[in-house]
């Protein structure tokens, strides 16, 4: 039976556009930490690198190297861990300005099948290395990672509209006598921004709470 995250995780990816807590238990990604503008090429070839992996295990059959327990799947979809630079953390806060995309951080990460053991994505990472000659590929890493409580919700629009909906989340967190643990966020990206039209992108949004 082919797993479908779409489908089978549906809790986690496809959350109503109203905020709302959920539980993320530990899952494992291949992931890759950098700052960088997202319109640049270096946040491009970021991104580029955890697909070719991704794409790698999820083909692998055809080249006779499955790893153990394999089973057809869907690819899971992007996601990015966000921050600002400690020195853009320095400056005085000016209200309304928009955000110094230079100076973000972030952890861009995709999920791997709970059949992928550490030993075979490493394998898959050094493989890369031989036809792919990125500095940033050092960077890669395979690792397991649990949000636990937060609040999310799913974003419909542009990117640059975000801040509502987190505005949402946080007025929601309150009202559940819960706080933001930091500005840090985590966004789960279900639209190509090159093919979807940006006030029909559908991004979920989620926050640690305590």
Request: charged share 30%; glycine share 6%; with cysteine.
């Amino acid at each position: 039976m082919k797993l479908d995250w779409k489908k089978d995780d549906k809790r986690f990816y496809q959350p109503a556009a109203e905020p709302g807590l959920i539980e993320v238990p530990a899952f494992q990604y291949f992931a890759v930490k950098g700052q960088a503008n997202p319109d640049s090429d270096e946040f491009t070839r970021h991104v580029g690198l955890l697909y070719a992996l991704s794409y790698a295990i999820r083909m692998s059959p055809k080249k006779n190297r499955a790893p153990a327990g394999y089973v057809e799947y869907t690819v899971f979809p992007l996601e990015g861990i966000w921050d600002i630079s400690e020195e853009a953390k320095r400056r005085p806060k000016v209200t309304g300005a928009p955000v110094d995309r230079d100076a973000l951080v972030f952890d861009l990460m995709i999920r791997q099948p709970s059949f992928v053991s550490p030993d075979y994505a490493a394998g898959i990472i050094e493989e890369l290395k031989k036809k792919e000659k990125d500095p940033f590929l050092g960077g890669v890493r395979f690792e397991s990672i649990a949000d636990g409580s937060c609040v999310q919700m799913m974003h419909l629009g542009p990117y640059a509209t975000e801040a509502a909906s987190f505005a949402r989340m946080e007025a929601f967190a309150t009202e559940k006598g819960l706080r933001r643990l930091s500005l840090v966020h985590r966004e789960i990206y279900l639209s190509d921004p090159r093919k979807t039209a940006a006030e029909k992108l559908r991004t979920v949004l989620r926050f640690k709470v305590g």
